[in-house]
């Protein structure tokens, strides 16, 4: 099978060259490659960097979106590696999106396209556990439901691939408010993609009454998760001072547009995938 990379500058096409020594580098621009790609399966990594500077608006990606967008769909199979922050209104209805994550760190989006892809799936990565879940899962129901027993903080992955209703179905769990991520069950239900704490004390936010609720409790705040809240979690632990006791997750969200505190114990410690603090 032949391989052939394009690369616009000198040092990435001897990169290129020496990774991948069985395949031609040649030295053009993408955006005009110098092959006919309709007899090509594509790969497209657009550059994210110019003098070093990461570049957030796809436009200025090199080639640029449309550009990248357009060779893709020349092509019978295709992926363009994409930020994990892409918009999903740069990722088009003919794509199948895939959202990767390694240990804490959300990594890349893979948008397929071509025969050998789903129009319209979307899956979420979840690495070292090889833990994959994509919307052809059925959803939980769209009713929200006040705090459980449990509070289940799907993985990053997750919320990026719009499936957070579909691991509510697999953790038998509901969603609390429509615009924040955390779901709520009766039932203790164990995930790779998903942290679960059980509710100790729920109460309307301030930090005074939060102190003195885990004071009293002889509660520590090991760990401080928030989804929808205004308070990043460092700025909070210093308000909170110095607390000694039972080690406890506080996690703070808005449900109902009320800022809402949760206490809860860590049901099961944490995975490869886990990440304490995410918006």
Not at 20 to 33: K, M
Not at 243 to 264: F, S
Request: hydrophobic share 40%.
């Amino acid at each position: 099978v032949a391989a052939i990379g394009v690369a616009r500058d000198a040092p990435t096409a001897l990169l290129a060259a020496h990774n991948v020594p069985a395949a031609q580098i040649v030295r053009a621009d993408a955006s005009a490659p110098p092959l006919d790609i309709a007899r090509f399966a594509v790969i497209v990594d657009p550059s994210r960097r110019e003098s070093g500077t990461r570049r957030f608006d796809p436009a200025a990606f090199s080639p640029p979106w449309d550009v990248t967008m357009a060779i893709a769909q020349a092509a019978p199979a295709a992926v363009v590696k994409a930020s994990p922050g892409i918009g999903h209104e740069h990722i088009p209805a003919s794509a199948e999106a895939e959202f990767v994550q390694l240990g804490r760190s959300m990594r890349e989006a893979a948008l397929w396209s071509g025969h050998t892809a789903t129009p319209g799936l979307r899956r979420a990565v979840l690495l070292p556990a090889a833990v994959e879940l994509d919307s052809t899962a059925e959803e939980c129901d769209a009713t929200t439901v006040p705090v459980g027993d449990y509070i289940f903080d799907p993985e990053s992955c997750v919320t990026r691939a719009g499936l957070v209703r579909h691991l509510g179905r697999i953790l038998r769990a509901q969603m609390l408010d429509e615009n924040v991520a955390y779901l709520t069950g009766a039932e203790p239900s164990e995930h790779p993609m998903a942290a679960t704490f059980a509710v100790l004390e729920r109460l309307p936010f301030s930090v005074s009454r939060l102190k003195e609720t885990l004071r009293r409790n002889h509660w520590r705040p090991v760990e401080i998760r928030r989804r929808a809240f205004p308070i990043e979690p460092d700025e909070l632990r210093g308000l909170l001072g110095k607390l000694d006791g039972e080690p406890m997750t506080v996690l703070c969200t808005t449900l109902g547009g009320n800022k809402t505190i949760i206490i809860g114990r860590r049901v099961r410690s944490t995975g490869p995938g886990q990440s304490p603090d995410r918006q």
